[in-house]
């Protein structure tokens, strides 16, 4: 009867084990984490990795158009614009609702300018403005 404990008790354990070091190792994923209080962008701080190099400025422009209310949290954000031009870094693209409701209307665009990793403007924009801003124009034209 001891052993049987034993082995039920070591496969718990085992298993729990596993699931803590699973969620150790999702902490260092970059992500966007929305609530009601808060945006936090987790795993950006410092950026290791090629990946977070690549994903951590999008969602620094995202953390910011969702705490500047530009958008509100139940947006998503689809990036067509990722272009480095000397020290700045221009992100854009179009934003949707999750979950669309009668009268959202169409996408909107958007677009962040970001320096040494902070973002300095973010806009949202119009189709042709987000193509205006693509090609190195500025977004106010």
Same mark, same amino acid.
């Given at each position: 009867?001891?052993?049987?404990?034993?082995?039920?008790?070591a496969?718990?354990?085992?298993?729990a084990?596993?699931?803590?070091?699973? @969620?150790?190792?999702?902490?260092?994923e970059?992500?966007?984490?929305?609530?009601?209080?808060?945006?936090?962008?987790k795993?950006c701080?410092?950026? *290791?990795?090629?990946?977070?190099?690549?994903?951590?400025?999008?969602?620094?422009?995202?953390?910011? @158009?969702?705490?500047?209310?530009?958008?509100?949290?139940?947006?998503?954000?689809?990036?067509?614009?990722?272009?480095?031009?000397?020290?700045?870094?221009?992100?854009?693209?179009?934003?949707?609702p999750?979950?669309a409701?009668?009268?959202?209307?169409?996408?909107?665009?958007?677009?962040?300018?970001? *320096?040494?990793?902070?973002?300095?403007?973010?806009?949202?924009?119009?189709?042709? *403005?987000?193509?205006?801003?693509?090609?190195?124009?500025?977004?106010?034209?």
């Amino acid at each position: 009867m001891l052993p049987l404990r034993l082995a039920i008790f070591a496969g718990v354990f085992g298993i729990a084990l596993s699931g803590l070091f699973w @969620l150790l190792g999702n902490l260092e994923e970059p992500e966007l984490l929305r609530s009601k209080k808060m945006v936090v962008v987790k795993g950006c701080d410092p950026i *290791e990795g090629e990946d977070a190099a690549r994903i951590c400025p999008r969602l620094f422009c995202q953390k910011h @158009l969702l705490d500047t209310k530009v958008f509100e949290l139940r947006y998503r954000f689809d990036v067509t614009v990722d272009e480095r031009s000397g020290t700045q870094h221009l992100i854009g693209g179009t934003a949707r609702p999750f979950v669309a409701k009668p009268g959202d209307g169409p996408a909107r665009s958007f677009g962040c300018v970001l *320096e040494g990793g902070r973002v300095v403007e973010s806009y949202a924009l119009s189709a042709q *403005e987000l193509r205006a801003f693509a090609g190195g124009g500025d977004a106010s034209e």
